[in-house]
Structure formats: structure tokens, C-alpha cells
T-cell receptor, first 117, second 115 residues
Framework: AQSVTQLDSHVSVSEGTPVLLRCNYS??????LFWYVQHPNKGLQLLLK??????LVKGINGFEAEFKKSETSFHLTKPSAHMSDAAEYFC???????????????FGRGTSLIVHP | ETGVTQSPTHLIKTRGQQVTLRCSSQ?????VSWYQQALGQGPQFIFQ???????GRGNFPPRFSGLQFPNYSSELNVNALELDDSALYLC??????????????FGQGTRLTVV
């Protein structure tokens, strides 16, 4: 079984300051890890993904995340927050299903990023 | 816009009724997955269809069922609705069978309210 824990339900930053959204996971398999963003009244959008290649993953809009196996973490960072970054962010762990080649994704509960002017 | 469209956008049903939600996949995608997102929670995986067959299922009872059609559009059916089924239902499409190991494109969801 796998699980995802997003350590903060809300993160509040000022525009131009760094962003850190924390995610820890547990998995019996070597996982694939993702971050998705959900803006109000819009669909989920993939920010970045880790699939056992480089441990530092770069995504869209200046976001990046580092896979740390020893800490079972996959924290999302951005050097400088922008007002448009205000949204809900989801960490996702995905492991192989028992058959068929498909993967079962597990979403975290989400972190709401608030950006102040 | 992702090209994944869901209908209807909002729906109100009575407890015990049945509901069908629809999803039109992005052009060229052969895999569709469905998620339930309760208020204040992350999406929960319901199931996935690849080339018209279910090939992955989360922890949902059998009254949640689905179909994928030859044109890769999809339906989610829920029988015997319960109040706890009230949620945002999301559909996502992708190109291959591994739903989140290639990028999945999400629709904007159907907001279901059960009264």
C-alpha cells in the first residue's frame, strides 16, 4: 500500500519570496511521484513528475522538486512566488497495479498556497 | 484548456437514485480514469479504462461502474446514491495504459450533490 502526507494544509508567502510545499510518501514499490496544481474552477494540471531518473526534477512555471529516498520526501519549491501561483497543490504517488500495466495513483489532501502582495 | 470535457458541470440527485456522468477524452488518448474529490480533500482514484476495458480500480464499491466507448469517451455510473457521494468527479485522459506515468489531462469536473 502507498500513502502521501502533505505536511501543511495552508502555506502563506509574500510575492517574491521562496515557496516550500512539503510532501512525504510511503510505498512498498519504487514509486513515481508527481505534483499537480488546481486553480479555482480549473482542471488539475501537471507541474512535474519523478520517474526514477534525475532526483532533482524541474517543472513548469519555475517549480522544482527533489526526490529524497532516505527521507521519503518529495518537496516542491520555487525561488520566488508570483501572485498567479496561488492555488491548491497536490502531491501524488503512483505504484504499479497488480496486472495490466496500469498504475494506481494516491493523492495527498492538498496544500493551499496563499500569496500576499 | 486540456481538451477533456465533462458533462454536466453540476447535478443534484436524490438519495437512492442513479446518476451517469460523461467524459470526452482528449483527441488521440486511449485511457481514461475517474476520480472523486470530496470538499477539502485530494482526488481519490475510482477506476481506469484502457481500450474499453477496466484495468485498474481503487477502493470503491461495485455500485460505481464505468464504460469506455470505441471513440474513447467514457461514462461513470453510480447506483443507489448516498449522501457521501456528494463530491466533484474528475475525469482524466492519457495516451497509454499507465495513467500517471504519462501526463494525464484533467477535465474541470462534475459537481454532484446528493440530497
Amino acid at each position: 500500500a502507498q500513502s502521501v502526507t502533505q505536511l501543511d494544509s495552508h502555506v502563506s508567502v509574500s510575492e517574491g519570496t521562496p515557496v516550500l510545499l512539503r510532501c512525504n510518501y510511503s510505498s512498498s514499490y519504487s514509486p513515481s511521484l508527481f505534483w499537480y496544481v488546481q486553480h479555482p474552477n480549473k482542471g488539475l494540471q501537471l507541474l512535474l513528475k519523478y520517474t526514477s531518473a534525475a532526483t532533482l526534477v524541474k517543472g513548469i512555471n519555475g517549480f522544482e522538486a527533489e526526490f529524497k529516498k532516505s527521507e521519503t520526501s518529495f518537496h516542491l519549491t520555487k525561488p520566488s512566488a508570483h501572485m498567479s501561483d496561488a492555488a491548491e497543490y497536490f502531491c501524488v504517488v503512483s505504484v504499479p497495479y497488480s496486472s495490466g500495466g496500469s498504475y494506481i495513483p494516491t493523492f495527498g489532501r492538498g496544500t493551499s498556497l496563499i500569496v500576499h502582495p | 484548456e486540456t481538451g477533456v470535457t465533462q458533462s454536466p458541470t453540476h447535478l443534484i440527485k436524490t438519495r437512492g437514485q442513479q446518476v451517469t456522468l460523461r467524459c470526452s477524452s482528449q483527441s488521440g488518448h486511449n485511457t481514461v480514469s475517474w476520480y472523486q474529490q470530496a470538499l477539502g480533500q485530494g482526488p481519490q482514484f475510482i477506476f481506469q479504462y484502457y481500450r474499453e476495458e477496466e484495468n485498474g480500480r481503487g477502493n470503491f464499491p461495485p455500485r460505481f461502474s464505468g464504460l469506455q466507448f470505441p471513440n474513447y469517451s467514457s461514462e461513470l455510473n453510480v447506483n443507489a446514491l448516498e449522501l457521501d457521494d456528494s463530491a466533484l468527479y474528475l475525469c482524466a485522459s492519457s495516451l497509454v495504459g499507465r495513467v500517471l506515468n504519462t501526463e494525464a489531462f484533467f477535465g474541470q469536473g462534475t459537481r454532484l450533490t446528493v440530497v
